[in-house]
Each structure stands twice: as structure tokens, then as C-alpha cells.
């Protein structure tokens, strides 16, 4: 199996997070579901999110 690489849709997903994220508490609590490349994750952890949840049926894509 392998990690589903960022495209368009990623990026427009990460624009509309970031939007919408902008004046949440960062202790709310975030699950990505079907983390993939983790793009979104990443995203909130960049925002210093702290309560987040990365999940993924791919154990490969736990490791990395």
C-alpha cells in the first residue's frame, strides 16, 4: 500500500483548515481521519494545536 501524496485537493483542504482554524482554542480537540501524507495534521500541529488525532489504515503511513 502506498501514501497518498498531497494534490490539489490536500492544498485547498490545508487553505480552508487554516482558515478555519484561525481563531479556535488550541486545545480543541482535532482527528484526522484517513491521514494519508499527514499534510493536514501537520497543519494543525504547525498551528501549535496540541489535542490531535492522526488515524490511517495504512500502518505505513503510521511510521513515517
Do not use: W
Amino acid at each position: 500500500m502506498s501514501i497518498y501524496q498531497p494534490a490539489e485537493d490536500s492544498y485547498l483542504l490545508q487553505d480552508s483548515l487554516k482558515k478555519y482554524l484561525l481563531n479556535k482554542k488550541k486545545t480543541i480537540s482535532i482527528l484526522d481521519m484517513g491521514s494519508g501524507s499527514g499534510i493536514q495534521a501537520k497543519t494543525c500541529l504547525n498551528l501549535r494545536f496540541t489535542n490531535l488525532l492522526a488515524l490511517d489504515i495504512n500502518p505505513e503511513v503510521i511510521q513515517h
